[in-house]
């Protein structure tokens, strides 16, 4: 059924489509009887929970951020079966992003090219969201929320823990974890703050905010698959001293490998983050060697080219501990984390 409803939504500008999507969802899900049916359909049936930084996902497989920036949605994704999902990237004033198209399908390959840059209603205005939905329809909710923050386009990189800290700060009492985005390629001049240096300037300053209250929250780093192993190694020592909670293996990637669209279309897209299926097998690759280098002390959320219940179990066999899905989402629809969890609740 949803291949139909695919084909159909194909034709139309992904970004448009995205929202027609959920907004629809939101409005089915205003209606009683239609939501409980949808949680029969799309809830996993079984108990998958996992326990991990004193938090109990109610199952492994979580909604990575970029797919609901300003957190518009989280009912209805909770609604889909979700165990988590990370809202974002936030940055502390709001920003359109970078210009229309931005967000392009390469169907053959089961992928996204994506260059959004970091559109979003800024820290003030998600913060204030998230706290009535907290007093409202998410009173009761048993999904965790990850709050993913980056810094705003026209912030220098040296000012740039100031950004992180403002949006840190903003959602504290919001989230139930932090994830420091300092991987995105669509951001310029983002991806230097990865350097050893950077993070450990934002680091340093967000976890002194942490320390300083009496529930700390869980501060993770999002890298990109893209990191040398030298650089890699970096990282490693980097979370081990700066005591990090965990990381995100990965967000998207600059590389145009494994694409089996002809050069000309993904030239004609031009620049942006690739994600899907031509990810899956690099960030995997990143996700055990990080897992082997830290001796398996790094606890470590795999995310990247995720389709099926066997994907996540690969990326589970090499070292992480949860899984995200996003592009996954798109081309396999609302039922693929009940899938996912049926599958790995197979192969226990």
Known sequence: MYKIIRSILFLFDPEDVHYFSMNSLKWLCRIPLVKQLLQQLFTPATVNSTQLFNLSFRNPVGLGAGFDKNALYLTELETLGFGFVEIGTVTPLPQSGNEK???FRL???????NRMGFNNDGAEVIAQRLSDW???????????IGGNIGKNKNTPNEDAWKDYEISFNALY?????????VSSPNTPGL???QEKESLQKIFSVLQSSNNSRKQVKPVLLKIAPDLTNEQLDDIVTLAEEMQLDGLIVSNTTISRENLTASKTESDKIGAGGLSGLPLQQKSTDVIEYIYKKSSGKIIIIGSGGIFSGKDAERKLNAGASLVQVWTGFVYKGPAIVKKICRYLESVK
């Open 101 to 103: 198209p931005r967000l």
């Open 107 to 113: 169907p053959k390959d089961k992928a996204l090219i």
């Open 134 to 144: 907290r007093k409202g329809t998410g009173k009761n909710t048993r999904m965790i």
């Open 173 to 181: 009492n919001h989230v139930d974890y932090f994830v420091v985005n």
């Open 191 to 193: 991806r230097a703050l």
